[in-house]
C-alpha cells in the first residue's frame, strides 16, 4: 500500500486500477454501443449484416418481425455479456479497494483505465464484427466501410486519451 502526501495510506495503487478498470470499460463501452446503436439509433443489430455469409452465420433482416426476434435475442445475449463485464470488473475493483472508496471513484487513473477499457471493446468489436466476421456495421449502407472506420478511430482516441488520463494520476489522487 502507498502513501499518500499527507502520509494516509491509500487503499489500492495506481496500478491496481489497471484491471477492473478495463474490464468495466468493456462492458460500458458495450453499453453504449448496443443501447445507442443497436436500440436508439438502430443502425444495426447483432445479426444484422449479409457480410457474414461467409462464415456461415445466417443473415436475420431486422425490417421482418421473424429477422427482429431473432436480433432482439442476439442483442440480449450482447447486452448480458456487458452486464458481466461490469459486474466482474466491480467485483475486481472492490476486491481491491480496501480504503477512501469515494477517492478510487473520483480517480483519473480510474476513469482513464475506463477510457482504454471502452476503447479496446470498440477497437476489437470494430475488427471482429464489422470487417472480420462482416455480421455487421455501424450504419450499413453507401459509406458503411467510413462509419466501420469512424468507429475503430474513436476506439484508438478512446485508448489514448484514456492511458494519456491515467497517467496523469498520482498515487496522491486515490
Known sequence: MATTGAGVRAGVEPAGLRLPGIVLGVGLGGFVDGILLHQLLQWHHMLSSTDADHIGVKYYDPDTVSGLEMNTVWDGI????????????????????????????????????????????????????????????????????????????????????????????????L
Do not use: P
Open 78 to 173: 450482447f447486452h448480458t455479456v456487458c452486464w458481466l463485464a461490469v459486474l466482474l470488473g466491480l467485483a475486481i475493483l472492490y476486491s481491491r479497494v480496501t480504503h477512501e472508496r469515494r477517492r478510487v471513484w473520483t480517480s483519473r487513473v480510474l476513469w482513464g483505465w475506463v477510457l482504454v477499457g471502452w476503447g479496446l471493446f470498440n477497437l476489437v468489436e470494430g475488427v471482429l464484427d464489422h470487417h472480420v466476421l462482416g455480421i455487421h456495421h455501424v450504419y450499413a449502407g453507401d459509406g458503411q466501410v467510413w462509419w466501420d472506420i469512424g468507429f475503430l478511430v474513436l476506439g484508438a482516441l478512446l485508448v489514448a486519451g484514456g492511458y494519456l488520463l491515467q497517467r496523469g494520476g498520482r498515487v496522491r489522487d
